[in-house]
């Protein structure tokens, strides 16, 4: 091949690419955290409180220490109390240091039981079957108290998130009001990879097998609770089975599995069971928002309140951030968000799949889908009205805000203007048709993070950092940033994650991955080239022989003379010249997110979802047909896994909207309906026709490719677009999710 | 009532992907937690244990099961066919090959599962539409929710 001759156009970086892991997925080839066997490993199965509140009397373990293959059943006092991690959210920003849970006691601390399934013992067995059978066997008895469950959430005192002007004045003064609440239900992540931990000790060593979104924290973690220097914990998470936020942070069953493990000095395999799933792994809160609106009658918003209030656990204050968009979502120049807290008895709630945003903007994206109707106004042409000309709630200008051209394209990709305002007024096929829609937001930062890359003399090139791959693709997106900015091809890359013995990476989480970790590749790529430039600097075998290092430049994966018309080398050819395997760099950055001094820029992406419905009154029929979506996210990194990711988040907002609820019992405080034939998740055939658009405007505040994030924004605002499209058809106005046919039959 | 105490064993020849295995197993064994945990054929998935959500979908005498519903020792000489089973030495099965293509995933946890349902339904009946397609495949969850690319990989095998 002539060096002169121009590189073919590289097509990687935003055009589709199937995943590079694929092969491995569609063959089982991959290994999730429970495919992993270790010599001697035992099988351990909780026990689970049968109550949701009081204390544990006694545990009777005689007849299950007694049967085949039980090696113990561990309770309470039966290895050395585990430390409490002190929580931090805050340390989430620190690379290496982060420690964060939610739920923040540790298993087996005191006989106090605060929620239905809370660990009490644990059953290890030689087997699965005698560990299970075991786990049954243990009797335990419980001074039982009435839980805290009452569905109706009111919070002792509501503190203000964000405020501005007077929005009491305001409301009072407005000529069109909406004052409504709306309700959701608990929702639980259940994705479908169970909850996993493989524990193993070598002398004061861990070693584990996690399925969790985030190493880096679960190693910190458990180094914490077991009082031990992180150096000694290895955590490793190669596949996970998807998580939603369920598995961003450590639960109780992982120490225990780890305590387990060295109190009998064997490996020790815990899965959890599809019940629970529901019990002590998070879940997004049962959540009761009231918004509040105030508008001129050209449809100019006055007046905004956004209270809100979610349940928690009797011992940790999760905060479901629902005003988080709110403030900078439309103009206005008199608001109040606020947010409370109410205790029940349950497990800890922890982020699911836009936290916050999600809930919120069902609440705020239904009031102002009313605020149109009350106007007699269309919606689309209401938030058209209402475009801030920046983020009012911080008073920074958007990094990046497309959201009048999101509503504008969606209308008429859908074709909204064929619409008809009245209600039931639209039919096809004998069908009744609802036509709605609603905004989406979420927001771009950037976590710090670090990554090596290494260029080996045989072309190929290794991308390493201790991030993870939730299904979001990261795998592959890492591998495109490396073989663009090489200029080689993709299968030229190799890319490992998800192991704490790579350099330090953040959790998969808030939709951040892709853009955290454009600026450490870039840095280690270009570290990697400055080591290989100083390598041929001067070297006599080199094709550079004679040249300083400052003459010498390192570009698209070739190294070239600044001056001069000598041939720019490929960095395989180089290294084989210089008789070098390779050379790696390592590259970090700072993140932005959570902030540590003031931002110059409000950075969000923004969409549009346009939703039809199908309504059969006589068979009491709803189904959700056809969903446009468009998304402003920044610049799209790779269409093919993006589109998934959005059309991902529409299914499960068909879930949100139409059947994802989690019942307690009001008298147990039990989850009833804890399993995947009773938590009714969307399937097959509940899935839309969907079409998914994105707008590009690369934003380049968050990183040098323009990439925002795709994995949260679809499921923003998509239950709303739902709901707003059930009332078109039927009339009704659902405010509480799940919607129940008998709301829709009147 | 059996005693607690007991360990009982049976005896079990199973022929998985033309491999046959003759086991003494506990006989509370079901057949994924022996695929998984004793055969280490760890491709098949565990995701509810109760026959709900179809990741352990394997085909038993071609046809598909939920191996977490079937118990070991009730499947004696019978064929079975897993995830681990479909290639042909390094030719993927076309399934599997356009699930890869269409972007059929995401996480993969569900995917053996789908494709092994997608696999059997090709000798059912099951009509043209999509909508016939996502029926037949409705007691395969998918949570992350990639059903589209799921139906587009299905009805390119089918059209092929």
Request: aromatic fraction near 6%; charged fraction near 20%.
């Given at each position: 091949m002539s060096a002169t001759a121009e590189a073919p156009p590289m097509r990687i970086i935003g055009h589709p690419q199937p995943r590079i892991e694929g092969r491995?997925?569609?063959?089982?080839?991959?290994?999730?955290?429970?495919?992993h066997h270790l010599p001697g490993m035992l099988y351990a199965v909780p026990v689970g409180a049968t109550i949701a509140k009081g204390t544990i009397a006694a545990i009777d373990a005689r007849v299950a220490e007694q049967m085949p293959g039980v090696r113990a059943v561990l309770r309470r006092g039966s290895f050395p109390a585990l430390a409490a991690a002190k929580p931090d959210f805050a340390s989430v920003a620190d690379l290496e240091g982060t420690v964060y849970v939610d739920e923040r006691r540790p298993p087996f601390d005191d006989d106090t039981v605060r929620y239905y399934g809370q660990y009490v013992a644990l059953a290890v067995a030689d087997t699965l079957e005698q560990a299970k059978a075991a786990a049954d066997a243990v009797r335990v008895t419980y001074r039982a108290e009435a839980p805290e469950v009452d569905p109706a959430l009111t919070a002792g005192e509501m503190t203000v998130k964000s405020e501005r002007g007077d929005p009491d004045a305001a409301f009072a003064a407005a000529p069109v009001t909406v004052d409504q609440r709306y309700g959701m239900a608990t929702e639980t992540h259940n994705p479908i990879e169970l909850h996993a931990t493989i524990a193993a000790w070598e002398g004061d060593s861990l070693t584990v097998h996690e399925a969790t979104q985030g190493v880096v924290n679960h190693r910190n973690v458990l180094a914490a609770m077991f009082g031990i220097p992180r150096e000694k914990v290895q955590v490793i998470s190669r596949y996970l089975g998807s998580g939603f936020g369920g598995k961003l942070f450590p639960w109780t069953h992982s120490p225990l599995a780890a305590a387990a493990s060295r109190q009998l000095g064997r490996p020790v395999k815990l899965v959890l069971s599809r019940p629970m799933m529901f019990h002590a792994v998070g879940q997004r809160p049962a959540i009761t928002q009231r918004i509040r609106l105030g508008a001129e009658r050209d449809g100019r918003l006055t007046s905004l309140r956004h209270d809100y209030v979610n349940a928690t656990s009797l011992l940790d204050d999760y905060e479901e951030n629902c005003g988080e968009a709110t403030p900078h979502m439309y103009a206005t120049p008199n608001l109040r968000v606020a947010s409370g807290l109410a205790k029940r008895s349950i497990g800890t709630p922890t982020s699911m799949r836009g936290p916050g945003a999600v809930p919120g903007l069902y609440a705020l994206e239904s009031a102002m889908d009313e605020l149109a109707?009350?106007?007699d106004m269309d919606p689309v042409a209401l938030r058209l009205k209402n475009e801030p000309p920046l983020d009012q709630g911080l008073g920074l200008p958007f990094s990046s805000r497309h959201f009048q051209e999101c509503l504008t394209l969606g209308a008429e990709r859908f074709g909204w203007a064929r619409r008809d305002r009245r209600i039931g007024s639209m039919a096809r096929d004998g069908l009744t048709l609802g036509w709605g829609m609603a905004a989406c937001?979420?927001?771009a930062e950037?976590?710090?993070?670090?990554a090596r890359v290494e260029l080996r003399a045989d072309g190929t090139a290794r991308v390493a950092a201790a991030v993870q791959d939730i299904g979001t693709g990261t795998y592959t997106i890492m591998a495109q940033m490396v073989a663009e900015a090489l200029a080689i091809p993709l299968s030229r890359v190799e890319v490992a994650?998800?192991?704490t013995s790579l350099p330090a990476g953040p959790v998969s989480g808030g939709s951040m991955m892709s853009a955290s970790l454009v600026a450490p590749i870039q840095a280690a790529i270009t570290r990697a080239g400055e080591a290989l430039v100083a390598l041929a600097a001067g070297n006599p075998a080199a094709p550079f022989a004679g040249a300083k290092a400052g003459a010498l430049r390192f570009a698209e994966g070739r190294v070239a003379a600044a001056e001069g018309n000598r041939q720019a080398v490929p960095f395989d050819q180089l290294l084989r010249a210089l008789g070098q395997e390779a050379v790696s760099g390592l590259g970090r950055a700072e993140g932005t997110f959570p902030p540590k001094e003031k931002p110059t820029h409000s950075k969000h992406s923004f969409g549009a979802h346009f939703v039809e419905v199908t309504w059969q009154p006589e068979l009491a029929r709803l189904r959700v047909s056809r969903v446009v979506s468009v998304i402003d996210a920044g610049r799209i990194l790779n269409p093919l896994a993006a589109r998934n990711q959005i059309e991902g988040s529409i299914v499960m907002g068909v879930g949100m909207a139409l059947f994802e609820e989690t019942d307690y019992d009001p008298r147990s405080g039990a989850p009833v309906n804890a399993s995947l034939a009773d938590y009714v998740v969307a399937t097959n055939a509940d899935a839309p026709a969907m079409e998914v658009h994105f707008i590009e405007y690369p934003d380049t505040h968050l990183n040098a490719l323009g990439a925002r994030g795709v994995g949260e924004i679809g499921l923003a605002g998509t239950a709303a677009a739902i709901m707003n499209a059930v009332y078109h058809a039927t009339g009704i106005r659902v405010r509480d999710l799940p919607v129940k046919l008998e709301q829709l039959l009147g | 009532m059996p005693d607690p105490h007991s360990e009982v064993q049976a005896a079990?020849?199973?022929?998985?992907?033309g491999a046959e295995h003759t086991l003494s197993i506990d006989p509370r064994t079901t057949l994924l937690d022996l695929l998984r945990e004793t055969l280490h054929l760890t491709g098949t998935k565990k995701g509810c244990d109760h026959g709900q959500c179809?990741?352990?979908?394997?085909?038993?005498?071609g046809r598909r099961v939920n191996a977490c519903l079937a118990l070991a020792v009730a499947h004696d000489r019978d064929e079975i066919r897993t995830i681990e089973g479909l290639a042909e030495g390094d030719r993927l099965h076309p399934m599997q090959a356009a699930f890869l293509q269409k972007d059929a995933y995401q996480c993969g946890y569900c995917t053996a599962g789908q494709i092994m349902s997608a696999v059997a339904l090709l000798d059912e009946p099951c009509g043209p539409e999509d909508a016939d397609v996502r029926e037949l495949m409705s007691g395969n969850i998918c949570?992350?929710?990639?059903?589209?690319?799921i139906v587009a990989a299905i009805q390119q095998v089918r059209g092929s």
């Amino acid at each position: 091949m002539s060096a002169t001759a121009e590189a073919p156009p590289m097509r990687i970086i935003g055009h589709p690419q199937p995943r590079i892991e694929g092969r491995l997925k569609v063959t089982g080839a991959a290994h999730y955290a429970a495919d992993h066997h270790l010599p001697g490993m035992l099988y351990a199965v909780p026990v689970g409180a049968t109550i949701a509140k009081g204390t544990i009397a006694a545990i009777d373990a005689r007849v299950a220490e007694q049967m085949p293959g039980v090696r113990a059943v561990l309770r309470r006092g039966s290895f050395p109390a585990l430390a409490a991690a002190k929580p931090d959210f805050a340390s989430v920003a620190d690379l290496e240091g982060t420690v964060y849970v939610d739920e923040r006691r540790p298993p087996f601390d005191d006989d106090t039981v605060r929620y239905y399934g809370q660990y009490v013992a644990l059953a290890v067995a030689d087997t699965l079957e005698q560990a299970k059978a075991a786990a049954d066997a243990v009797r335990v008895t419980y001074r039982a108290e009435a839980p805290e469950v009452d569905p109706a959430l009111t919070a002792g005192e509501m503190t203000v998130k964000s405020e501005r002007g007077d929005p009491d004045a305001a409301f009072a003064a407005a000529p069109v009001t909406v004052d409504q609440r709306y309700g959701m239900a608990t929702e639980t992540h259940n994705p479908i990879e169970l909850h996993a931990t493989i524990a193993a000790w070598e002398g004061d060593s861990l070693t584990v097998h996690e399925a969790t979104q985030g190493v880096v924290n679960h190693r910190n973690v458990l180094a914490a609770m077991f009082g031990i220097p992180r150096e000694k914990v290895q955590v490793i998470s190669r596949y996970l089975g998807s998580g939603f936020g369920g598995k961003l942070f450590p639960w109780t069953h992982s120490p225990l599995a780890a305590a387990a493990s060295r109190q009998l000095g064997r490996p020790v395999k815990l899965v959890l069971s599809r019940p629970m799933m529901f019990h002590a792994v998070g879940q997004r809160p049962a959540i009761t928002q009231r918004i509040r609106l105030g508008a001129e009658r050209d449809g100019r918003l006055t007046s905004l309140r956004h209270d809100y209030v979610n349940a928690t656990s009797l011992l940790d204050d999760y905060e479901e951030n629902c005003g988080e968009a709110t403030p900078h979502m439309y103009a206005t120049p008199n608001l109040r968000v606020a947010s409370g807290l109410a205790k029940r008895s349950i497990g800890t709630p922890t982020s699911m799949r836009g936290p916050g945003a999600v809930p919120g903007l069902y609440a705020l994206e239904s009031a102002m889908d009313e605020l149109a109707i009350a106007l007699d106004m269309d919606p689309v042409a209401l938030r058209l009205k209402n475009e801030p000309p920046l983020d009012q709630g911080l008073g920074l200008p958007f990094s990046s805000r497309h959201f009048q051209e999101c509503l504008t394209l969606g209308a008429e990709r859908f074709g909204w203007a064929r619409r008809d305002r009245r209600i039931g007024s639209m039919a096809r096929d004998g069908l009744t048709l609802g036509w709605g829609m609603a905004a989406c937001s979420w927001l771009a930062e950037r976590f710090p993070c670090s990554a090596r890359v290494e260029l080996r003399a045989d072309g190929t090139a290794r991308v390493a950092a201790a991030v993870q791959d939730i299904g979001t693709g990261t795998y592959t997106i890492m591998a495109q940033m490396v073989a663009e900015a090489l200029a080689i091809p993709l299968s030229r890359v190799e890319v490992a994650l998800g192991d704490t013995s790579l350099p330090a990476g953040p959790v998969s989480g808030g939709s951040m991955m892709s853009a955290s970790l454009v600026a450490p590749i870039q840095a280690a790529i270009t570290r990697a080239g400055e080591a290989l430039v100083a390598l041929a600097a001067g070297n006599p075998a080199a094709p550079f022989a004679g040249a300083k290092a400052g003459a010498l430049r390192f570009a698209e994966g070739r190294v070239a003379a600044a001056e001069g018309n000598r041939q720019a080398v490929p960095f395989d050819q180089l290294l084989r010249a210089l008789g070098q395997e390779a050379v790696s760099g390592l590259g970090r950055a700072e993140g932005t997110f959570p902030p540590k001094e003031k931002p110059t820029h409000s950075k969000h992406s923004f969409g549009a979802h346009f939703v039809e419905v199908t309504w059969q009154p006589e068979l009491a029929r709803l189904r959700v047909s056809r969903v446009v979506s468009v998304i402003d996210a920044g610049r799209i990194l790779n269409p093919l896994a993006a589109r998934n990711q959005i059309e991902g988040s529409i299914v499960m907002g068909v879930g949100m909207a139409l059947f994802e609820e989690t019942d307690y019992d009001p008298r147990s405080g039990a989850p009833v309906n804890a399993s995947l034939a009773d938590y009714v998740v969307a399937t097959n055939a509940d899935a839309p026709a969907m079409e998914v658009h994105f707008i590009e405007y690369p934003d380049t505040h968050l990183n040098a490719l323009g990439a925002r994030g795709v994995g949260e924004i679809g499921l923003a605002g998509t239950a709303a677009a739902i709901m707003n499209a059930v009332y078109h058809a039927t009339g009704i106005r659902v405010r509480d999710l799940p919607v129940k046919l008998e709301q829709l039959l009147g | 009532m059996p005693d607690p105490h007991s360990e009982v064993q049976a005896a079990v020849t199973l022929r998985v992907n033309g491999a046959e295995h003759t086991l003494s197993i506990d006989p509370r064994t079901t057949l994924l937690d022996l695929l998984r945990e004793t055969l280490h054929l760890t491709g098949t998935k565990k995701g509810c244990d109760h026959g709900q959500c179809g990741a352990c979908t394997i085909h038993v005498n071609g046809r598909r099961v939920n191996a977490c519903l079937a118990l070991a020792v009730a499947h004696d000489r019978d064929e079975i066919r897993t995830i681990e089973g479909l290639a042909e030495g390094d030719r993927l099965h076309p399934m599997q090959a356009a699930f890869l293509q269409k972007d059929a995933y995401q996480c993969g946890y569900c995917t053996a599962g789908q494709i092994m349902s997608a696999v059997a339904l090709l000798d059912e009946p099951c009509g043209p539409e999509d909508a016939d397609v996502r029926e037949l495949m409705s007691g395969n969850i998918c949570r992350c929710g990639a059903y589209a690319n799921i139906v587009a990989a299905i009805q390119q095998v089918r059209g092929s």
